[in-house]
């Protein structure tokens, strides 16, 4: 496969977090992608290259992007750096948006408090981050990294920023409702420690499912936009 035909890059990290959305809006648009599940693979040896892809996603986990001891962050690293050298778009999504921030020169901590939930995300760039609620789910944030445009913030942390042709965002545009309910059936610790339920999490579901798509589907044309520019 040549390096111009070669597909967009998705980083995975655990199979209940998959692309959701990003992976539907892709299929419509054409965009071939490419999952790499770290998950499956250990350490990570074998991580496909990025040279020539036309972005990469990170998508959400579990861990923490500043818990070292995790066995495959600093491969993820590597991969990311080398990204950044190339100059390839990179988006990361919560997990992600926190790598990314790290990478860039960003710090991630503890946040004061965890969000879960389908929230309100206060946007600064409505047309690259459309008002509205999202799903939350993260115990810790980023900071954006120096140079970085802050793009969106909830009462907790900043949600957005973008540093160059690079978007880090910490809420989750890709779930569905059914990925968000099955993370709320499946770690009920952390629903209890956020102050909210099941129930809330699959009402809101329900109620945004049809918003939340719209606004994550505009999240990734401008997405695509600014790095095709």
């Known amino acids: 496969m040549s390096a111009a035909t070669r597909p967009a890059l998705v980083l995975e990290h655990e199979a209940d977090a998959p692309a959701g959305l990003l992976a539907d809006w892709a299929a419509e648009r054409g965009i071939d992608l490419e999952v790499f599940a770290w998950h499956a693979d250990g350490d990570g040896d074998g991580a496909p290259d990025v040279a020539g892809r036309p972005f990469v996603v990170v998508?959400?986990?579990?861990a923490s992007a500043f818990d070292d001891t995790?066995?495959?962050?600093?491969?993820?690293?590597?991969?990311?750096?080398?990204?950044?050298?190339?100059?390839?778009?990179?988006?990361g999504i919560c997990f992600g948006g926190q790598h990314l921030a790290r990478a860039l020169g960003g710090t991630v901590s503890p946040a004061s408090r965890p969000e879960v939930g389908w929230l309100e995300v206060e946007s600064l760039d409505p047309e690259t981050v459309p008002p509205g609620r999202y799903l939350q789910w993260h115990r810790d944030a980023f900071t954006p990294p120096p140079g970085a445009e802050l793009l969106a913030r909830s009462p907790v942390s900043a949600q957005a920023?973008?540093?160059?042709r690079h978007l880090g965002v910490q809420f989750h545009p890709e779930v569905t409702p059914a990925i968000a309910l099955g993370w709320a059936t499946n770690y009920p610790d952390s629903v209890r420690r956020a102050g909210t339920t099941v129930a809330d999490v699959?009402?809101?579901?329900?109620?945004?499912?049809?918003?939340?798509?719209?606004?994550?589907?505009?999240l990734f044309d401008m997405f695509r936009s600014r790095i095709s520019g």
């Open 59 to 62: 998508l959400g986990s579990e």
């Open 202 to 218: 699959r009402a809101g579901g329900e109620e945004h499912a049809a918003d939340a798509r719209r606004r994550a589907y505009a």
């Open 70 to 91: 995790v066995p495959w962050l600093a491969r993820e690293r590597a991969l990311l750096d080398r990204a950044l050298a190339l100059d390839v778009p990179i988006l």
């Open 161 to 164: 920023f973008r540093h160059g």
